[in-house]
Nanobody, 123 residues
Framework: QVQLVESGGGLVQAGGSLRLSCEAS????????MGWFRQAPGKEREFIAG????????YYADSAKGRFTISRDNNIDTLYLQMNSLKPEDTAVYYC????????????????WGQGTQVTVSS
């Protein structure tokens, strides 16, 4: 099994930045494809960004392009999401997710999920 724990969420004003982290355990991190999703109150879960096992391929939803950057550090089993120019519409619970074949997550329903971290952007 794979355990994922997100951190780094919080309250930020519009235009500000946050960096989310996701620490993985239970399986070799460098074999996992990873991704970030979010879910706002009353809305469906939304894909944000994905990255392959090596970190040399990334994929972004239109809502994230130009503002968010996904990256990973396989030396410390950690996935990141750098979020800049935040808007109130970005307010949501953010989840990291993993799939076991090392492929870039591009949406769908990966096999493993973290508990989520709350991001609130005020105006």
């Amino acid at each position: 099994q794979v355990q994922l724990v997100e951190s780094g969420g919080g309250l930020v004003q519009a235009g500000g930045s946050l960096r989310l982290s996701c620490e993985a355990s239970g399986r070799a991190f460098s074999t996992l494809g990873m991704g970030w999703f979010r879910q706002a109150p009353g809305k469906e879960r939304e894909f944000i960004a994905g990255i392959n096992w090596r970190g040399d391929t990334t994929y972004y939803a239109d809502s994230a392009k130009g503002r968010f950057t996904i990256s990973r550090d396989n030396n410390i089993d950690t996935l990141y999401l750098q979020m800049n120019s935040l808007k109130p519409e970005d307010t949501a619970v953010y989840y990291c997710a993993a799939e076991p074949y090392g492929r870039t997550v591009r949406g769908g329903t990966p096999d493993y999920w973290g508990q989520g971290t709350q991001v609130t952007v005020s105006s």
